[in-house]
């Protein structure tokens, strides 16, 4: 395990997050799952964090977060630009809108600690435990 550091601490901040789309879209597993990707990392590096591993069956993800921000912060940005640039790709919609509602209300977030290999295999693997 490496820790990271800041001017006066060091760290090691790695959580599991869980987020799905409303009513739990279909649409997602197309396209716009194609095109999520990228966003995330994007906007994950905006926030000076980083995706360490992610699938969109669900939106499993290993995500690192400086510790002086709040996961809450983090997720609803992450949730909430990346429902805008879904928006602005897939519907058309240029400005005046509020990301059309994309997410489902809330997530699920859990420490790894030590079992960080573990997760990032639940996370690779999450494909085939949706189809069983």
């Not at 396209?31 to 699938?55: D, S």
């Not at 909430?80 to 005046?96: E, L, M, T, V």
Request: proline share 2%.
């Amino acid at each position: 395990m490496s820790y990271d550091s800041l001017s006066h601490s060091k760290w090691d901040c790695k959580y599991h997050l869980v987020f799905v789309p409303k009513f739990r879209k279909k649409k997602l597993y197309g396209e716009i799952r194609k095109f999520l990707g990228p966003v995330f990392h994007e906007l994950a590096t905006q926030k000076r964090c980083k995706i360490l591993e992610g699938h969109m069956v669900q939106d499993h993800m290993l995500i690192t977060i400086l510790p002086k921000f709040a996961v809450s912060e983090v997720v609803g940005y992450i949730k909430g630009k990346s429902a805008i640039a879904i928006a602005r790709q897939f519907i058309g919609r240029k400005r005046n809108f509020n990301g059309e509602s994309f997410w489902a209300r809330g997530y699920a977030v859990s420490t790894v600690g030590f079992e960080e290999a573990q997760i990032r295999n639940y996370i690779q693997n999450q494909e085939q435990l949706v189809e069983a």
